[in-house]
């Protein structure tokens, strides 16, 4: 290989990593949050959204379903449920 | 769910393991950065599950070179932009943050000289280690940043070995020993206080040193849900003390309320084989005394 090799910036949304998950994934249950975004600080994808209290919710194209969202609700407001 | 308004410079899609600390990490400094900031990125986890070619996941301009000068890299990238700056009147390049990032192997033991010589030479970059306590990239080998009995590919436990032989290298205190202007440690499991030491660290002029403390699902053999909390397990146990140093002077601590560092060891496979062991533990036990002793952690009793 000779030189540089550039690619551009952001182009790993191309990997649409959602398919890893194997057994469960995140449901936001949009019942008790207090828009505290823990989970959107939390989630090592960034693919958790939202602003106002029960509004948020991710990107199952690319959540690998690693649960960390949900063991740091402390509302309980986001549970694993089984894939499929 | 299409058209996502999720504004990171360090986009979805990069192929880190279910729950990695690293990656998590990897966004929360760079977005606490902000876009003006180039990176210079040693070989490691991060530069691998972050840049598979032809695709990049950094939304800012990031370059690899090899294992051991990302901090070479960034002090070239940091000379170049001194040397813009006084010969033209673009003011701008001032404000451009450099940061040399590596993982616990790239920063501990094949980047350190390059970045000793960064350090030595008091450039104005932010020099970060992702220690997640092992070469976990190349199949978990034991690094300078291992701690104490964690069982590794090229430390295993068995019949005649407790893991690894020897204590974490005190990365912190010999970046200090360069005379540095701050040096923190931080930790994913308390994020708002590691995105605070980010800011910190690029607000003030010449070298700098953030060791961030980031749990590996795979390396160290935990659930992948439970990331966020081993990572405080770490810091409320006083194995791995947050501490904040301003021109060699420690200005801040973590305080804690200190827990048996069995809850730290227990959920992960690389201490399995001491959690039995009462000799063995008390050993351990005594590395986080012996934090909580130097730095005083523990909350004045009230």
């Not at chain 1, 989970?39 to 994808?45: A, K």
Request: glycine content about 10%; overall charge positive; hydrophobic content about 35%.
């Amino acid at each position: 290989m000779f030189g540089p090799i550039v690619a551009k910036p952001g182009s790993s949304r191309k990997n649409k990593t959602g398919s890893w998950r194997t057994e469960s994934k995140p449901k936001f249950l949009q019942t008790n949050c207090i828009a505290c975004r823990l989970c959107v600080l939390v989630c090592p994808e960034g693919c958790i959204e939202g602003l106002e209290k029960n509004s948020f919710h991710c990107d199952y194209d690319y959540c690998k379903g690693c649960g960390n969202c949900a063991s740091i609700c402390p509302k309980k407001d986001i549970e694993m449920v089984p894939e499929g | 769910m299409s058209g996502s308004q999720i504004k990171s410079l360090f986009a979805s899609g990069h192929t880190a393991c279910a729950g990695c600390g690293q990656s998590l990490a990897a966004r929360l400094v760079i977005d606490a950065a902000g876009p003006n900031t180039i990176v210079a990125n040693n070989t490691g986890c991060l530069e691998v599950f972050s840049t598979k070619y032809p695709e990049s996941a950094w939304g800012i301009p990031w370059i690899h070179s090899l294992f051991e000068n990302a901090a070479a890299v960034a002090s070239g990238i940091e000379a170049a932009l001194r040397f813009l700056e006084e010969s033209s009147s673009k003011k701008r390049l001032r404000d451009i943050t450099v940061i040399a990032q590596a993982g616990d192997g790239g920063t501990a033991d094949i980047g350190l000289q390059a970045l000793s010589g960064m350090w030595e030479r008091g450039q104005n970059i932010l020099s970060i280690c992702y220690d997640n306590e092992a070469y976990e990239n190349t199949g978990i080998q034991r690094s300078g940043l291992t701690p104490y009995d964690a069982s590794t590919t090229t430390s295993p436990a068995g019949s005649r070995s407790f893991g690894n032989p020897r204590i974490k290298k005190p990365l912190p205190e010999i970046a200090n020993a360069h005379g540095i202007i701050y040096v923190a440690t931080a930790t994913v499991g308390f994020p708002q206080d590691l995105q605070r030491k980010v800011k910190k660290a690029i607000s003030l002029k010449g070298p700098k040193y953030l060791q961030i403390h980031v749990p590996c699902p795979l390396g160290w053999g935990y659930a992948s849900s439970l990331t966020y909390q081993i990572a405080r397990l770490a810091v409320q146990t006083g194995l791995y003390p947050l501490v904040e140093y301003e021109n060699g002077v420690l200005k801040g601590v973590f305080k804690i309320s200190p827990k048996p560092v069995e809850e730290y060891l227990k959920p992960q496979r690389r201490f399995k084989h001491i959690i039995n062991n009462p000799e063995e533990l008390s050993k351990i036990q005594e590395i986080a005394n012996d934090n909580i002793k130097k730095y005083n952690l523990v909350t004045a009793a009230g």
